[in-house]
């Protein structure tokens, strides 16, 4: 491996193209008439534009992704998240034109993608799954006829589903309809597939993952969880590792059950693997599997000091892990947050345009990911992360406190952000004592603060 396509935009494309420059790999970076200008295209050795603004013009475009690679003499494409990273059509374009996708294989992002089936699957192992439904729901009649044997509150999710798009929560039947209709137009219009399934909802949850790596050597290991329980309207908003509220037992169990997911898939590279928990209960119950980097990788680096896509490059290149498990120790604790051009106060209302003062905090045990700098406009044709904070702490009030400090350093102008909405998160007793849960935000934080949820 010699080269490398970068098949991505932003922060990832940034974290990428320096994980290729520390291991010595030459980049081409890939943009979007959007984009021309953008942070990767100048850290990159070579930039193409690959289309106009709409993704679906660029960034979606798996043929122009492999002419690129193809015409630039790259070895390899590197995905990113989003896009095409979970795209297995694409992997599989990639094998056939010679080129090493950094990613796992397309069979398993294809078993994996599929949210039933990847429930099927797990449930085959072993592995506890929330009680649904089976097989994917043709009619509002069908979901209303698994909804009463499930037991209301259910949840309705896409089976191509991810990002929070095409789900609804419905806590009676009378809901039922109505939230069925929009969950499959809005999954028909996002993945193209309109499949929905049901799931028992439940209530005060934590969000937990589990971090995973495989080589194609045998290796296949876990490094640690994360807890990804802030969210609002199923986005992640803050992200740490590790989970503060799990047993050694349960934590146990998660991590075992993780990696016979991973193994037995026939996992390569690094995948996450997502669990819902009922701390209360001492019960964990298998959600789905993200089968590319995620955005939140950084905190479990900071635990680990493992670099996480250095280790996707050296599975791609068979170069296999370059520790085992017994080396693997989580240390201290890592907090991020995810800083979006958002107007909090206004219903998280996009904010684009051009950023008139960006000054990132700098300081021990920091790390800000970022695509940003003053002068730079930001487009409204993408998602609206700008940045990653990411604090390092001895424990998790220093990890706490050192971000809550950092954020106040944070100077962003011209556009609006999160930073404000994340600072009262942090001082937040809920959040300092770790009473939260997937629905905290919109069912108390905004809803004590007046804000719009």
Known sequence: MRRVLVANRGEIAVRVIRA????????????????RGSLPTKLADRALCIGPPRSADSYLRSDAMVMAARGTGCDAIHPGY??????PVFAEMCAKSGLIFVGPPPQVIRL????IAARQFAAKLGVPVISGTEEALHSAEEAGAAAA??????????????GGRGMRIVRAPGDLREAFERARAEAQAAFDDGRLYVERFIERARHVEVQVLADDRGACLHLGERDCSLQRRHQKLVEEAPCPVLSDALR???LEAAVTLARESGYRSAGTIEFLVEPAR????????????QVEHPVTEMVTGVDLVAEQFRIAAGSGLSFTQDQIRVRGHSIECRVNAEAPDHGFRPSP?????????EGEGLRVDTHCFEGYVVPPFYDSLLAKAIAFGADREGARTRLLNALGRFAVGGIETTIPFHQRVLVHLDFIESRIHTRWIEESFLSTEGGVS
Do not use: H
């Open 252 to 254: 146990r169990e998660l």
């Open 20 to 35: 290729c420059r520390a291991l010595g790999l030459e980049t081409v970076a890939v943009y979007s008439e959007a984009d």
């Open 82 to 87: 989003g896009f095409l990273a979970e795209n």
């Open 112 to 115: 994996m993608g599929d949210k």
């Open 149 to 162: 044997d499930v037991g209301y509150p259910v949840l309705l999710k896409a089976a191509a589903g991810g």
């Open 282 to 293: 001492t019960r964990y119950y298998f959600l789905e599997m993200n089968t590319r980097i």
């Open 353 to 361: 345009g051009q950023i008139t003062t960006w000054t990132a905090p």
